[in-house]
């Protein structure tokens, strides 16, 4: 018997009693969900929250969340729980754990690690070779969990994959672009479109890099991608929103506006014509004004006058976009759907957008003013009660959170999970590879002839959910958890000690992969961990391995709530 | 009939007015089994081939005759075949073009010049999202509706697909499906789709079912054990396909109950089915998209199905830049993989049993942004099949302008043809009675009867 299983604690009820003081007051309006706040927490047959450490009190005032409401939590907020990340939750709780985490330096940046492990050389220059392993070590092993978790929600609206950008050492151009998401992902969102909008990748991606002014002799005119979809995907969609995320009737712009912002996105250069090395990469691209529009720019009933320079055309644009009342719902309804849950009431999102409109002292688009916002509101802490609640995880999520919970690493440093998209024998999804600037999946997407399409409601990582796939991430997963990809494998030598007591066992498991499970799969789970005997041949790790992958096949697990 | 195909058919046979009040059920749904055994050679499909990205048409069907490619060339002279390149690939359809008007198509769609030419390809031209009959000064005064969301990709294609905008809740594939799933052993085995999930393939009953390029995927190998557990692997199905209060993990348990519950029936088909000795190209996501389709095709019977709509897809379309290098790569893809599937069904015994066409989000600009084209709205696609009644074109050539009568400037099409027409024909063809077709295209129903049909097969 572990430790744990001996400890019994106060049980979840004594825990929650006082939760909404740790919340806003705002909390009190939303009866349905705070009423069931206390529920969900623990559940029974799961193992008991471990005894806080000794060290360290609380202030009193702080009400601390169960191991339960922890787990869950981090599930919210990283890309995967590890022991020492959910004992931190439940003993400073959750407001200093954020604190922390927007407090913490970023570290090693893709770009730094790229060039240390050896990939800026002339024999990656035609090939993406680093990418695939700088993209996974970031996110399983970088203790920035939230700045993981929010850059990645980031990469999710700002969308490049690798794939669509044609540069030489293009894992270097990608590279810094996360970068630029991760730098940002605690910053303002006007600044971040600046630096989106400069990125080589980008220009790369949506073909304004090279852009021309209209060209009388040829009859050509400026590329429009990348004013149809900074406009329509990264920062007011298609028609006008109310500040809690619903539509209204009318269209935010015409065909004439796209017209008229892309004469803005010419003369985009890189800033250096030397390509012995990937550096200019990573600097902001640069704007060629023999190639430039001279003429005015109108768009959203904008004019900027003609014999405006680039980056002053730039930067009135970005200006001009960045205050359309859209902008608050549009992006905090993605970021509530990429970290919380896929339905978020409009209410919610109201009050996000608010925070997005004014962070409290008077600033606009402060993402850490968000993102605090979206997962200390009552709609992601209580409880969830209705039954279509939280979201699908990425299969990304499911991978991160495996190798998180279980200390993977890679020795070698070579992370060789490599690139996971195939859908026939892989996860569906790899971090970086979107198919295209829609992402792996869209916001707004209805899983068709469903009863979730007939309630009204969205599901947007179901568009990747099909029936080669579903299966495919079984079978890899399988393989993953026992065998490792190269050197990159787990480290079962914590959870192998609780390997002879199942319910134990199993409990562990859940809580570590977000406590999603009810007793009856518990039981369940832990029957198949009990067929077999741990004085088998493996047959402690057998038993790990069989309560892992039958959690991360459950449907509990898979629906994030 | 399994149980969901007898409850489709029941209930689709009430839908279309087939089950007569005075006559029992039973009776009437063994009358209808003896006719099934009695036409199982009775088969067909539909394959529609989704070009993601939004085709640019000028250089996929192009202006040949000199006066046309001139226009033409002069519109988009930086991004232009040259004329000498398109000689071999120029068409001669069955009756001229009036006027002498000629195209020719890409050269890398070269494959598809002898099916031209054999009548079993014909090309719709200006086909595109319509919601009605829409001339240019409808379109600039805004006085008739038009199908939201112009120009906007992921939109443009579901409506395309779906009638609506992004959020449809089903497709006229799959409302093909909805009215002749019944005829199938398997219901499930009605709409297939071999990339993803596309809205096109859902019904209002009927489901979409996904497979890979190698068919359905087997669960851990259709190992019996896990980790040397066979609990351990009940267990693993259990969880799995477990019904659950949650909509969402209900909706995932049963998409795996799906997939779990056809893969060893549909596998072991395919494993039994004879080799296609029809070579298909390889390093070519579309060829190896409907190479299963074939060998489907060719199980079909085996596996109870006399109706099956199936979606292939290939990307990158979005041709904003380096179209003169890009789009001939995609298109000799294309061309080479409809080719190869052509000669399958030629070689299954099943030509004229099998119509596929082209779709994609929108046509693209005429004019050019230097070395690209930008979104644009109608499109030329094709059809093909040996019910095709091709060497021919249908519709009119558009007029080749910057904002000319049959565009709404830089050379993006107004459509002349609705989809709806297009689809319409399609599902005629392939079995739904007149009656039914405003159901499956409800924006049909704007339209003039007699020009549902647009006679290409």
Redesign the interface.
């Known amino acids: 018997m572990t430790e744990e299983a001996a400890g019994r604690l106060p049980s979840d009820q004594d825990e929650c009693e006082p939760a909404d003081t740790a919340f806003d007051g705002a909390a009190l309006a939303g009866a349905s969900f705070f009423l069931a706040s206390c529920g969900g927490g623990g559940g029974s047959g799961s193992p008991p929250p471990a005894p806080p450490p000794s060290s360290a009190p609380p202030p009193p005032s702080v009400v601390l969340p169960t191991r339960q409401q922890a787990a869950r939590f981090l599930s919210q907020a990283t890309m995967g729980a590890s022991r020492a990340d959910l004992d931190q939750v439940a003993s400073v709780g959750f407001e200093a754990w954020l604190d922390a985490q927007f407090n913490m330096a970023r570290q090693t940046s893709h770009w730094d690690w790229l060039v240390s492990a050896g990939y800026a050389t002339t024999a990656t220059i035609n090939s993406q070779a680093g990418f695939d392993p700088v993209m996974w070590r970031q996110l399983i092993a970088s203790p920035d969990q939230l700045r993981q978790r929010v850059g990645m929600a980031l990469l999710d609206l700002l969308v490049v994959g690798i794939d669509g950008v044609?540069a030489p050492w293009r894992q270097f151009a990608v590279a810094a672009y996360v970068d630029v998401l991760m730098d940002n992902a605690f910053g303002n969102f006007r600044a971040l479109l600046q630096q989106v909008s400069t990125s080589p990748a980008m220009g790369y991606y949506?073909?304004f890099l090279?852009?021309?002014k209209a060209?009388p002799a040829?009859?050509?005119?400026?590329?429009?991608?990348y004013a149809?979809e900074l406009m329509?995907l990264f920062t007011i969609g298609?028609v006008r929103l109310n500040p809690d995320g619903s539509a209204q009737a009318a269209?935010t712009y015409t065909?004439a506006d796209?017209t008229g912002l892309a004469r803005v996105f010419t003369g985009f250069v890189l800033d250096s014509s030397d390509n012995s090395t990937p550096d200019r990469l990573r600097r902001p691209m640069a704007i060629n004004g023999a190639q430039h529009e001279t003429g005015s720019k109108t768009f959203l009933g904008t004019t900027i006058s003609a014999g405006t320079s680039g980056a002053d055309s730039l930067k009135l644009a970005l200006d001009a976009i960045f205050a359309h009342p859209n902008v608050a719902p549009f992006v905090s309804k993605q970021l509530i759907q990429r970290l919380v849950t896929?339905n978020p009431s409009p209410a919610y999102v109201g009050r996000i957008s608010a925070v997005f409109e004014n962070n409290g002292t008077g600033v606009r688009g402060d993402l850490r003013a968000v993102v605090r916002a979206i997962l200390l509101d009552f709609e992601a802490r209580s409880d969830p009660v209705t039954?279509?609640y939280?979201?699908?995880r990425p299969p990304i999520q499911r991978l991160t959170a495996w190798a998180r919970a279980f200390n993977a690493s890679s020795p070698s440093n070579s992370w060789s999970i490599g690139d996971t998209s195939s859908?026939?024998?892989r996860l569906g999804q790899s971090p970086g590879r979107s198919?295209?600037v829609?992402n792996f999946f869209?916001p707004?997407?209805?899983?068709?002839?469903?009863?979730?399409?007939?309630?009204g409601?969205?599901?947007p990582e179901?568009?990747?959910?099909?029936?080669?796939?579903?299966?495919?991430y079984?079978?890899y997963m399988?393989a993953l958890v026992?065998n490792g990809a190269g050197d990159f494998r787990a480290d079962y030598t914590d959870i192998l000690t609780r390997a002879g007591d199942s319910a134990v066992l199993v409990g562990e498991v859940d809580l570590l992969l977000g406590a999603q499970l009810s007793a009856a799969?518990k039981t369940?789970?832990a029957?198949?961990v009990d067929?077999?005997a741990i004085t088998?041949a493996n047959g402690s790790l057998?038993r790990v391995?069989?309560a892992i992958?039958?959690t991360l096949?459950?449907?509990?697990y898979?629906?994030q709530? | 009939m399994t149980d969901q195909s007898r409850r489709a058919f029941l209930r689709d046979s009430a839908a279309l007015g087939l089950v007569g009040s005075a006559t029992p059920f039973v009776m009437n749904l063994a009358a209808i089994g003896e006719a099934a055994a009695a036409t199982a050679t009775d088969y067909k499909a539909l394959v529609c081939i989704f070009l993601?990205?939004g085709n640019d048409y000028a250089n996929t069907v192009t202006p040949y005759d000199q006066a046309s490619y001139d226009q033409y060339a002069?519109?988009?002279?930086?991004i232009a075949h040259s004329r000498d390149s398109l000689a071999a690939t120029a068409l001669t359809p069955q009756n001229p073009l009036p006027g002498g008007g000629q195209f020719a198509l890409a050269p890398g769609l070269a494959p598809l010049v002898p099916l031209f030419d054999a009548g079993r390809l014909a090309i719709a031209l200006n086909v595109g999202t319509l919601v009605q009959p829409t001339s240019k000064s409808n379109y600039i005064s805004r006085s008739v509706p038009l199908p939201?969301?112009?120009?906007?990709?992921?939109?443009q294609q579901s409506f395309w697909q779906?009638s609506n905008p992004?959020?449809?809740?089903?497709?006229w594939g799959?409302r093909i499906g909805d009215l002749l799933q019944s005829a199938n052993g398997a219901a499930t085995l009605t709409c297939i789709?071999a990339s993803?999930?596309a809205?096109f393939m859902?019904?209002?009953?009927?489901?979409?079912?996904?497979?890979?390029?190698?068919g359905?995927?087997?669960?851990?190998?259709n190992s019996t054990t896990?980790?040397?557990?066979?609990?351990?692997m009940s267990?693993?199905r259990?969880?799995?396909t477990?019904q659950?209060?949650?909509?969402?993990?209900?909706?995932?348990?049963?998409?795996?109950k799906?997939?779990?519950d056809?893969?060893a029936q549909v596998s072991a088909a395919l494993a039994a089915a004879p080799a296609l000795t029809t070579a298909f190209p390889t390093g070519n996501t579309l060829a190896d998209q409907l190479r299963i389709v074939a060998r489907l095709i060719s199980v079909s019977q085996e596996l109870g199905a006399r109706r099956q709509v199936f979606f292939v897809s290939m990307?990158g379309f979005?041709n904003?830049?380096?179209i003169l290098t890009t789009h001939p790569t995609l298109l000799t893809r294309v061309g080479a993989a409809m080719r190869a599937f052509h000669d399958a069904t030629v070689e299954l015994g099943v030509m004229d049993r099998v119509t596929s066409f082209t779709a994609s989000d929108f046509g693209r600009t005429l004019?050019?942004?230097?070395?690209?084209s930008?979104?644009g709205w109608g499109s030329h696609h094709f059809v093909m099949g040996g019910a095709v009644r091709g060497r021919a074109f249908y519709g009119t050539p558009p007029v080749l302008a910057?904002n000319g009568p049959d565009d709404?400037?830089?050379g993006r099409l107004l459509p002349a043809l609705s989809v709806d027409q297009y689809g319409a024909t399609l599902a005629s063809w392939f079995g739904v009675p007149a009656g039914s077709l405003t159901t499956v295209l409800p924006n049909l129903a704007n339209y003039n009867p007699s020009t549902w049909n647009l006679g290409f097969v």
């Open positions: 044609n949506l073909t090279g852009n021309r060209n040829t009859g050509a005119v400026p590329d429009e991608n149809r329509q298609l269209e065909q796209i896929s039954p279509s939280g979201k699908l859908t026939a024998n198919p295209s829609f869209r707004g997407y209805r899983p068709p002839n469903t009863p979730i399409a007939t309630a409601l969205v599901a179901f568009q990747i959910a099909n029936e080669p796939s579903v299966i495919a079984v079978n399988q026992a799969t369940s789970i029957a198949a067929s077999i088998v057998s391995y069989t992958v039958l096949a459950s449907p509990e898979l629906i709530k | 993601y990205g002069r519109l988009r002279s930086t939201p969301k112009l120009f906007s990709h992921n939109d779906a992004e959020g449809a809740s089903s497709g799959g789709n993803g999930n809205v859902s019904g209002r009953s009927a489901v979409q079912y996904s497979v890979t390029s190698n359905p995927v087997p669960l851990l190998n896990l980790f040397g557990s066979t609990l351990g267990t693993l259990m969880l799995m477990q659950r209060d949650h909509m969402l993990e209900a909706e995932h348990s049963r998409v795996t799906r997939s779990l056809l893969q990307g979005d904003h830049d380096s004019t050019s942004n230097a070395n690209g930008d979104h910057d709404v400037g830089q």
